[in-house]
């Protein structure tokens, strides 16, 4: 590389960097809000395994912010050259659009690269040991979703509050249990109680002490005018609550999407169609499912280097140094991408229309784009 070569490289890559680090910090909240907030709010989650987890996401959300990083700060870098006529200067010297393109090409190259390494191997194994991990915490601290003052309802037809809590023990315990319309058909009020854990079935065992339980007619629980049952007790039966809609100690299933090109080759081998066999038309969509995931993951380098074509003549062309609109800019045609991109994949169930084949469509189109851009900017 010449001294201009370096320049344009370095001033892409800087941005470049910058933009995938801004929709990666995006991509990653999103997810940890989703994936992880509920377990830091009820101290489930330590801060230090709250970190691992966030560093394992960074592999997932890279995968999806790179494309567009890529795409915005070529749009910034050049965007802000063309506006300072510095592009327009070098062509005046003689330097061709395809001399000012070939470093950016090359970043659009190794972004490509990058992108296949990491949706062919560095995602699906973090992706993995995130699931993985978070299971574990959930599983190690079963107890950590009784959150005092707050209302219950991840048991079906119950709702729990619970006035405070010391390890396993309770405080003003209220339980209202729901019939099919919602409606209260019992309530249980205690002084105090205790929640254990049964590791063996997956669920919690209930104590009350000084407990009051008030039962309402089955039929019609709003009627009123009927006194409820009422009975009070020292100290009740243990009652079983599982966990298995909170969590299930099964092992985490392995997506075709979070397996790595070594393991992808061996569910395609045992995905081996005979014609003749029972299951054949199922296997069949399988393996049509198995390319369309190996064919996203290459789709994914592709629309990199596809993103970076574009770049080069939009940037100069669009001549902005506004942050805001190149912003704008890289995002509209993201999303146009991911928009036709989810078209495609929607037609997994028929592979008459040959999903496997259409999905290089969109990226066939952006290099297409680029190809176009490159001929009209070259002759202005």
């Known amino acids: 590389m010449n001294l201009l070569d370096r320049f344009i490289f370095k001033s892409v890559l800087g941005s470049c960097l910058a933009a995938v680090g801004l929709f990666g910090f995006v991509l990653m909240l999103g997810n940890a809000i989703r994936d992880l907030l509920g377990y830091v709010l009820s101290g ?57 393109a070939r470093p950016v090409l090359l970043l659009g190259v190794l972004g490509a690269l990058t992108t296949l390494y990491v949706n062919f191997e560095a995602m699906p194994r973090a992706r993995m040991e995130y699931q993985r991990q978070l299971a574990k915490v959930v599983e190690t601290n079963p107890l950590g979703f009784v959150v005092p003052r707050t209302f219950i309802r991840d048991f079906p037809g119950f709702v729990i509050y619970i006035g405070a809590k010391e390890g396993d023990a309770l405080r003003d315990f209220w339980l209202w249990e729901l019939d099919a319309e919602q409606r209260v058909v019992r309530l249980v009020r205690a002084a105090s109680g205790r929640f254990t854990y049964e590791p063996s079935d997956n669920s919690l065992l209930l104590t009350l002490q000084q407990a009051q339980v ?49 393991e992808l080759q061996a569910e395609w081998e045992a ?20 390319k369309l995931t190996v064919q996203d993951k290459l789709q994914g380098g592709l629309v990199v280097f596809a993103f970076a074509l574009i770049g080069v003549p939009l940037g100069i062309k669009v001549s902005r140094r506004e942050t805001s609109a190149n912003l704008g800019v890289a995002v509209v045609i993201a999303l146009g991408y991911h928009v036709m991109t989810a078209m495609v994949s929607s037609f997994d169930q028929r592979p008459d229309l040959r999903p496997d084949l259409l999905y290089w469509l969109p990226n066939l189109c952006l290099l297409a784009l680029g190809v176009w851009l490159f001929s009209r900017i070259d002759r202005r």
Do not use: C, H
């Open 44 to 100: 489930q989650l330590p801060p230090a395994v709250f970190v691992q987890l966030l560093l394992l996401l960074v592999p997932f959300v890279i995968s999806y912010a790179l494309p567009m990083g890529i795409l915005t700060g070529i749009l910034l870098t050049l965007g802000r050259l063309s506006a300072d006529s510095e592009i327009t200067a070098m062509r005046a010297v003689g330097v061709s659009l395809g001399r000012v």
């Open 214 to 262: 008030e039962s309402r007619r089955p039929r019609d629980p709003e009627d009123f005018s009927a006194p409820p049952l009422v009975g009070t007790f020292d100290r009740t039966e243990q009652a079983r609550l599982p966990l298995d809609s909170l969590f299930n100690r099964t092992p985490v299933e392995q997506k075709l999407k979070w397996m790595t090109i070594a």
């Open 271 to 290: 995905l081996a169609v005979d014609p003749a066999a029972d299951g054949a038309a199922r296997r069949e969509l399988d393996r049509l499912r198995w």
